[in-house]
């Protein structure tokens, strides 16, 4: 389903009233994330609820998900010097020793971080385990695991140098918040944004600070591509991009970009929106209804995505993947980086310019487009492809039976999968 998110909600009174609109205006939405804003301060990282702003965290989680609402939250794997958690830390051994800092951390945070949590000491492990446990018991349903690609270098870790563990961090991390999650809510799924060899057994990850900009949508697909071919199943970005350009913080998100990069996330392994500023699509009113479209064809899609999420698992074949997998043959495929299979039978093609227009490339074969089912032969390029804000060319492979769901949805908890229909292609 749909993640919701921005940099960042504050309170539980905004987060409510968020909620409340996607329900009573019909944009379908699974799982609401609260970034940075959630703790006493904000960016400062200790693991527990501002009091005055989220009251009562259990009954308001448990609320959310009476109306088909599951929260995700943010945190990182480092310990500021001003946190509840420092001295314990720092007694413990729980974080590595070192005389020097790492300061910001990010572009946002002002907070100076004594040290990385020692991920290669067991007793660390299960501390940082215990400080998700109480969150996870709450309610909580996914942890994300943010950061990670950076450590104290100037450090002394328990049991590996920080020349051996600097790539191999992200993987002890994600680990760990994965088996807790995995232990309290019997299944887990984590949003990671570092990753080494291995961590593609902890999803999902995601592309990380994306600029919103053509450039931005075109490099998030050939990340995606790339992590595909390096063997991870699953994967997402933000849509529509995290970032403002030139304006980090302050630059107009262009309409276009932001309904291009839902059609790409549409057909992605997860969509969340996420961003420096708001992304809730009635803020720009013009495009809304062309929003709400997309998103209820991702509700129709879910059978599908779970099927095909299924075969992932089997096989080890991305749900988002290059062409060159299915056509190593063709050289042709080597080189196209703008396109994707979707699954086993689906070949899409996002619009990635103001002007929707695009060449396409369908390879071997028979194939029929899914909006309007014309029928095209594989081998050629569909030239100067004119395409309405609107629309993005989909195929399928023609014989291809394809499951969908048949109604409208507000969450997937709606979902009755007795009624999915299979439609033949």
């Not at 609820?49 to 609320?63: C, G, L, Q, V």
């Not at 995700?72 to 001295?87: M, R």
């Not at 040290?115 to 994300?144: N, Q, R």
């Amino acid at each position: 389903g749909t993640w919701m998110s921005r940099m960042t909600y504050f309170s539980e009174e905004e987060v409510k009233g968020i909620c409340e609109r996607l329900r009573n205006e019909g944009y379908p939405c699974d799982v609401i994330h609260l970034h940075t804003g959630w703790f006493e301060t904000d960016w400062l990282c200790e693991w527990k609820f501002n009091k005055e702003r989220f009251p009562d965290p259990p009954a308001f989680i448990s609320r959310l998900k009476d109306q088909g609402f599951r929260i995700s939250l943010w945190q990182l794997p480092y310990i500021a010097y001003n946190a509840a958690q420092y001295k314990e830390a720092r007694d413990n051994n729980y974080i590595c020793k070192t005389k020097k800092k790492i300061q910001g951390a990010s572009n946002f945070s002002v907070q100076d971080y004594a040290g990385t949590i020692d991920f290669t000491y067991d007793k660390a492990t299960e501390w940082y385990k215990s400080l998700l446990k109480p969150l996870l018991e709450m309610g909580v349903v996914c942890i994300k695991t943010d950061f990670g690609e950076d450590i104290h270098m100037d450090a002394e870790y328990r049991n590996m140098s920080p020349e051996k563990l600097r790539n191999l961090y992200p993987l002890l991390y994600q680990k760990a918040a994965w088996e807790i999650t995995e232990e309290v809510n019997k299944e887990a799924l984590i949003w990671a944004r570092a990753g080494w060899a291995g961590c593609q057994r902890y999803p999902v990850h995601w592309g990380g600070d994306s600029a919103c900009s053509w450039d931005g949508l075109a490099g998030s697909l050939k990340g995606g591509l790339h992590l595909g071919l390096s063997g991870f199943g699953f994967w997402s970005h933000d849509v529509p991009g995290f970032h403002g350009v030139p304006d980090f913080m302050n630059s107009v998100l262009p309409e276009d970009i932001y309904v291009r990069w839902t059609q790409f996330g549409v057909f992605s392994s997860h969509l969340r929106y996420h961003g420096s500023h708001k992304r809730e699509p009635w803020h720009y009113p013009r495009i809304a209804p062309i929003i709400k479209k997309w998103l209820e064809l991702r509700y129709s899609l879910i059978p599908y995505i779970l099927e095909q999420s299924r075969a992932c698992t089997r096989t080890g074949y991305p749900l988002l993947r290059a062409m060159y997998l299915h056509h190593p043959q063709d050289k042709t495929c080597r080189h196209i980086d703008d396109q994707y299979y979707f699954g086993d039978h689906m070949l899409v093609a996002p619009v990635m310019n103001s002007e929707g227009i695009r060449d396409v490339y369908l390879p071997e074969g028979e194939w029929v487009h899914f909006f309007n089912r014309k029928k095209y032969t594989g081998g050629q390029w569909l030239k100067a492809m004119k395409v309405p804000l609107d629309e993005m060319p989909v195929f399928v492979k023609a014989g291809s039976s394809i499951p969908l769901y048949p109604e409208k949805v507000s969450c997937t908890d709606e979902m009755d999968m007795n009624k999915v229909r299979r439609e033949q292609f």
